[in-house]
């Protein structure tokens, strides 16, 4: 266990990363930079599709280090360290001039997120292929994310983005030492081919893994929409804005106590079964969300303690899979980079269609942040729209050639 945290441990700083880039971004740059919704999410939709397409390039170009992952994780560390801080400072400008700093310091952001994450995932896939040891591996990974997650709340909701921004700071050396220092490291491998546009793509050319991505992106989509409205709906449906850092440390919290749970699940009835079944049960909690008046406190939070157990089987079970994957497929210890590129490829996808779909369509029903009008559409977006995606993810996944995995 104490190996198995100094890899994991670096999920934390990486989490810091992820909530406020996808929870806190586009209400930052509309309420204190004043663009409007339909600007925000165009320029994440565009940046994201950018970095979506440059995150094969990234798995490919980490392959061809042979397994030194350590290399690109010690590359990623001050480039992520100073676009997070300028993302978040912007200074003062006219619309256009900030529409452009939002975009290039973005970009930058997602580069550095995309170099670390893919480089520490796939450190994780070569440690063990073992059905009894992967999902104890991203287990421990995804729950020290989730406490990266829960600590990114607690600090926004307490002190704000300069704070958040220190502790990230702090988190992001600790972490990158015990990974870079303490971790257990894969064994060398070959490098990689020279790049053959053709080799970016074969994952594909394997049907599991080609059934596992589209679930991925259903299911992803799913998950970012909520994430992208979630402090709208707070604040202009339940109005209970100065409660969303406690509904999100609930949220979180609850599924990084849930992920012994998942783990001992899938190990009895296998990772695709336990993953679908958990899909189901977070839309039959989740779609209660509409029905929701202002000021039902209560209410939000049982929601947000039930699908928060729901996403530990969302942050745990797939990338197991997909290591199970890449084991069937006959490329464990040697290609995990290519997939993982792939595969964060279409994470990257699917945020891309939440913010790029959601926030201009709110916009073009007239909603507009901190007023009353179109809060309906708004808890529709929210509630309904992800619960319709989720059982349509659950139906593929449980058709999905993965229970062999």
């Known amino acids: 266990m104490p190996k198995l945290l100094y890899y994991g441990f670096f999920g934390l700083p990486l989490a810091m990363v992820a909530l406020p880039i996808y929870v806190y971004l586009p209400q930052f740059y509309a309420v204190r930079a004043g663009l409007p919704l339909a600007l925000i999410g165009a320029a994440l939709l565009v940046a994201r599709i950018a970095a979506a397409f440059i995150d094969p390039l990234l798995g490919w170009w980490i392959e061809r280090g042979g397994g030194a992952y350590a290399r690109y994780v010690a590359l990623a560390l001050p480039l992520l360290l100073a676009s997070f801080i300028a993302l978040f400072n912007p200074p003062a400008m006219a619309g256009g001039a900030t529409l452009a700093w939002f975009g290039a310091t973005l970009m930058l952001v997602y580069l550095g997120f995309s170099l670390a994450t893919i480089a520490h995932q796939s450190w994780g896939a070569a440690l063990s292929h073992a059905p009894s040891e992967r999902a104890r591996v991203t287990g421990v990974r995804e729950a020290c994310g989730l406490v990266g997650v829960v600590l ?34 894969p064994a060398a491998t070959a490098a990689a081919a020279p790049l053959d546009w053709r080799s970016l793509a074969m994952p594909f050319r394997e049907p599991r893994f080609r059934a596992l991505f589209a679930v991925l992106l259903v299911n992803g989509v799913a998950s970012a929409i909520p994430a992208t409205l979630f402090l709208f709906f707070a604040a202009d449906r339940l109005r209970l804005a100065t409660m969303s850092g406690p509904f999100l440390i609930l949220y979180f919290c609850a599924a990084a106590l849930s992920m012994p749970l998942w783990i001992a699940l899938a190990r009895r009835f296998g990772e695709a079964r336990v993953w679908a079944g958990a899909m189901l049960a977070s839309a039959l909690v989740f779609v209660w969300a509409f029905g929701l008046a202002p000021g039902a406190a209560v209410g939000f939070g049982v929601i947000c303690l039930l699908s928060g157990i729901a996403l530990g089987a969302d942050l745990a079970l797939p990338p197991a899979l997909l290591a199970g994957v890449i084991g069937k497929a006959g490329h464990g210890g040697s290609r995990e980079a290519a997939y993982f590129g792939v595969w964060n490829w279409g994470v990257q996808l699917t945020l891309a269609l939440a913010a790029g779909i959601a926030l201009p369509l ?39 050639p993965l229970r062999d995995c």
Do not use: E, H, N, S
């Open 362 to 400: 709110l916009g073009w029903f007239g909603y507009v942040p901190g007023g009353q009008g179109a809060v309906g559409a708004l808890a529709g977006a929210y509630a309904l729209l992800p619960c319709a995606l989720k059982l349509t993810a659950a139906a593929m996944l449980w058709r999905a």
């Open 152 to 185: 990114a709340a607690g600090v926004t909701a307490a002190a704000g983005y300069d704070a958040l921004a220190i502790a990230f700071a702090v988190a992001l050396g600790l972490g990158g030492a015990l990974l870079l220092a303490k971790a257990d490291r």
